[in-house]
């Protein structure tokens, strides 16, 4: 029997190719590399800092408008907006460069399954991108709390509301990262995983939500950025979707593509 077809095929000194061992190699392959530390965390640095410039920009505000409210908790989170296109184009980045340098192979030789590969590369994507989502959270509302304690701006926020928007954020990007991960997985190659999720996360919810015609305005409630950025709302605030069902609808987006790229690793070539 050949090392191509052998479901249990071993790594050097006899230790099976598991799940587990997969996911170690991928973080070794990750972390190796600074390029894709630097991406995510300018994406943690993205989240804080549009944080604490929303703090100040409605300091400058309430000086010149002194009747201005409050700061919304779920503004100081704006910049999950900007985050997730790091997150996902370097989830994307992530699974095209091994196709584009060929690395992808020796990693199939030894997974010849090769979803277990998948499988290994989502939950690290999904790892890291709750990781800089949460952290990110916390460090944000923290950041633009201190900002406004002498003011009379300093925002109230309810401990359901300060977790949903925590783990929201890093439920959100953890989705993200797996949508573009296997976006990245299908198309293969790094320019077109780029373009393709700048247009879906970025373009499309702007360029559909424009187009005259009542249906495909609707419709844009569902795609990824619209439904999951919704978790940064309050739960009864008028739309189609709630805050977690929104974010429920990314998840299905990633779920689905995920399934996807799994269909096409098994049926295509490396």
Known sequence: MTVATHPTVTARGGAKATLGRVFTSETVKLSSLPAY??????????????????????????????????????????????????VAL??????????????????????????????????????????????????????????LADTNLAFGISVDFGAQLVFGAGLYLAAVAVLGLAVGTIVRHTVAGLLSMVGLLGIAPLVLGAVPVEWIRN???????????????????????????????????????????AVFVRLTDA
């Open 37 to 86: 530390m630097v991406s995510f965390v300018s994406a943690l640095i993205v989240l804080v800092g549009f944080g604490l410039m929303s703090a100040w920009a409605r300091i400058i505000q309430s000086n010149e408008l002194p009747q201005i409210g409050a700061l919304e908790p779920g503004a100081v989170l704006a910049g999950l907006q900007g985050a997730q296109l790091l």
């Open 219 to 261: 419709a844009t409630a569902y795609l990824p950025s619209t439904a999951g950025l919704l978790i940064l709302q309050q739960d009864g605030v008028s739309s189609v979707l709630g805050p977690w069902s929104g974010l429920g609808v990314t998840d299905l987006w990633a779920l689905a593509a995920l399934i996807g790229a």
């Open 90 to 147: 370097t989830a994307a980045v992530f699974a095209t460069s091994e196709y584009a340098q060929q690395t992808v192979q020796p990693t199939y030789l030894a997974t010849p399954l090769r979803v277990p590969v998948l499988a290994a590369k989502a939950g690290l994507m999904a790892v890291v991108g709750l990781v800089v989502g949460a952290v990110g959270g916390v460090l944000a509302l923290a950041g633009a709390s201190l900002v």
